[in-house]
């Protein structure tokens, strides 16, 4: 399957992965729209942290024995079968925050409503997920592990 | 199809759906047989206090699709009950007065819930426990049927409080009676449980701790009351027992299985009878961090007790690490998790916690050895699993310790080597 990897090495912290998410999962999927009026219902699927002169950008690492589909109680954390993503139903979830509890990534957070949780889910449907397509400096790179 | 005995599985919760998932990660021929007492298809038991409070209908209660048993290759037996277990010709016998066969079997027979037996007066109508969807159902009913204006729920643990939690949903006013000096005694200290209670009175719901029902009142077959034992009078037309569950041995001891308060497996998941397996509520838990063996009946840990069984009937060589006493509970909007060792007795443990009155959020780590045991998290849980790894991993945290408590505290927080295999997602184990 394919996969995210970062490089810290080459991140320069400028966030623009967190705000590309951010437009991707938007209705508008304008960047200005997105950001002006979209960014408190949305909370992105990759975070970068930061200390001193370290800095990466990370998402759910879509785990091969995932903690937190086996975790979930309602069945809806579950495995995409053709991408092999980890994706939440959100219709399934009640924010139970098992997946929270169990995700040593910290990569599964609370909606913005608070309800339901939010992960990277790839960015289904395209091809090159948008933080990769869109980071200037190639510090997260997508991999196909079976090539 | 293999002409193979089939595996049989007894049970049908996430355990045995684990359990389903190990065995077809390898085998994809074997036939299965689950024989289960309740008719439902496999269903997430945590959500009938979702299902009450009628914020999941019946179809989301399910806990896999639909077609989870087609296409695993599963010949579900609903509704049945399993009678017998005869070890020597390795067959099952159920109450339908059928024999089924097996290869090897697995027993996840879940936990039975508890009412106290010298109790007088719990055969009143609007009395219940709170663990099935039958349960849930006989409930709603008793609601709709019953001019029910007041309820008491015993027992301030997680059963307890998501039920509190359905009943105020409800517009119920509800009482809880808890034993202990604190809900969730298992996984919250006090000041957590106060944190908690300063929430759940703001709901509107009223907590009696360190006393217990001494009786229960009816008036003509039905529910009037309950009688604490010091002596407050609570008038209620519907009473909720949730003061626990006790893994159900019944079959397992019937059939020569070895058990303590639960059955004893290996860590292989493996009774003390070979090609006969356990996983769930129903067995003894060996605690990660303490290495005692109690039962821990929480869903991740059976899930993958499951699937471990599951790989190793088809000869896989897995084995399970101990299981991590951990509960993630959001109350009525309040989000909580609970992870390990949080309300320790000792001076070789130290303590870090940070309280927020103003926004209702509580941090609390215990430390033993410069390794985190336990944590707990009210009001701001995100990222919490990053603690649940570091106590899983063990991993020595005296050169980031003062960084714990800050808000910001992420994976650039934790030391290369560790991140490095964190990031990877590579052979993380629940």
Redesign the interface.
């Known amino acids: 399957m394919k996969?995210i990897i970062?490089h810290e090495e080459h991140c320069i912290g400028c966030r623009l992965c967190e705000i590309h998410c951010l437009v991707q999962h938007s209705k508008s999927k304008k960047i200005v729209k997105a950001f002006r009026t979209e960014r408190d219902r949305i909370v992105p699927g990759v975070?970068v942290?930061?200390?001193g002169y370290?800095?990466?950008a990370?998402q759910c690492?879509?785990?091969?024995?995932?903690?937190c589909i086996?975790?979930c109680?309602?069945?809806a954390m579950h495995r995409d079968e053709t991408t092999g993503a980890v994706l939440c139903d959100v219709?399934?979830c009640?924010?139970?925050?098992?997946?929270?509890?169990?995700?040593?990534?910290?990569a599964?957070?609370?909606g913005a409503d608070?309800q339901v949780v939010s992960k990277c889910d790839l960015c289904i449907g395209e091809d090159v997920p948008a933080c990769v397509a869109n980071c200037p400096n190639e510090a997260i790179v997508l991999e196909d592990e079976d090539e | 199809m293999s002409d193979k005995r089939p595996f049989l599985i007894i049970g049908n919760s996430?355990a045995a759906v684990?359990t389903v998932a190990g065995i077809r990660k390898r085998d994809r021929d074997t036939p299965i047989t689950l024989i289960a007492r309740e008719a439902e298809h496999t269903y997430?038991?945590?959500?009938i206090s979702?299902l009450l409070a009628g914020?999941?209908d019946e179809e989301?209660m399910?806990?896999?699709?639909r077609d989870f048993y087609e296409k695993n290759g599963v010949d579900a037996v609903l509704g049945v009950e399993v009678t017998r277990i005869d070890a020597e010709s390795r067959t099952v016998e159920t109450d339908d007065g059928r024999t089924f066969p097996f290869g090897k079997l697995l027993i996840a027979t879940g936990g039975a819930p508890v009412v106290p037996e010298d109790l007088p007066g719990t055969d009143a109508r609007g009395v219940f426990t709170f663990t099935t969807w039958e349960d849930a159902r006989r409930i709603k009913s008793h609601i709709e049927t019953t001019d029910v204006k007041q309820a008491v729920v015993v027992g301030g643990g997680l059963i307890g409080l998501k039920a509190v939690e359905a009943l105020v949903e409800l517009g119920i006013r509800t009482t809880v009676v808890e034993l202990a000096d604190r809900i969730l005694s298992a996984t919250f200290d006090l000041t957590a449980s106060e944190v908690a209670l300063d929430f759940l009175k703001g709901k509107g719901v009223e907590v009696h701790c360190r006393t217990t029902v001494s009786e229960v009142r009816g008036h003509e077959g039905r529910l009037a009351g309950v009688l604490l034992r010091d002596g407050t009078e609570l008038p209620c037309e519907l009473l909720i027992f949730a003061i626990g569950v006790v893994p159900d041995t019944r079959l397992a001891r019937g059939a020569g299985i070895a058990c303590g308060r639960g059955i004893v497996t290996d860590d292989g998941m493996q009774t003390s009878i070979e090609g006969i397996y356990a996983a769930g509520d129903v067995v003894e838990t060996r605690d990660l961090l303490t290495g005692a063996r109690r039962p821990m009946p929480i869903?991740?840990n059976a899930?993958?007790q499951g699937?471990i069984a599951g790989a190793n009937m088809v000869g896989g060589k897995l084995t399970s690490r101990g299981g991590l006493s951990?509960?993630?509970?959001?109350l009525c909007?309040l989000?909580t998790?609970s992870?390990g060792i949080t309300s320790p007795e000792g001076e070789e443990y130290e303590i870090l916690s940070s309280l927020d009155d103003e926004s209702g959020s509580y941090r609390k780590l215990v430390l033993r050895d410069n390794r985190i045991v336990g944590a707990i998290f009210v009001g701001r849980?995100?990222?919490?699993?990053?603690f649940?790894?570091l106590i899983?991993?063990k991993v020595d945290v005296s050169g980031f310790k003062e960084l714990l408590l800050s808000q910001d505290f992420?994976?650039?927080?934790l030391p290369n080597e560790y991140r490095k295999h964190?990031?990877?997602?590579?052979?993380?184990?629940?």
């Open positions: 996969r970062a975070k942290e930061e200390s370290v800095s990466f990370l690492r879509h785990c091969d024995e995932a903690p086996e975790a109680m309602t069945g219709d399934r009640v924010g139970c925050w098992m997946c929270i509890m169990v995700c040593p990534v910290g599964v957070a609370r608070r | 996430a684990g997430s038991r945590p959500l979702y914020k999941v989301r399910l806990y896999r699709g869903l991740p899930y993958r699937f951990m509960n993630a509970v959001d909007g989000p998790i992870v849980i995100d990222r919490a699993g990053i649940t790894g899983r991993e992420g994976l650039i927080s964190v990031v990877s997602g590579m052979g993380i184990e629940v």
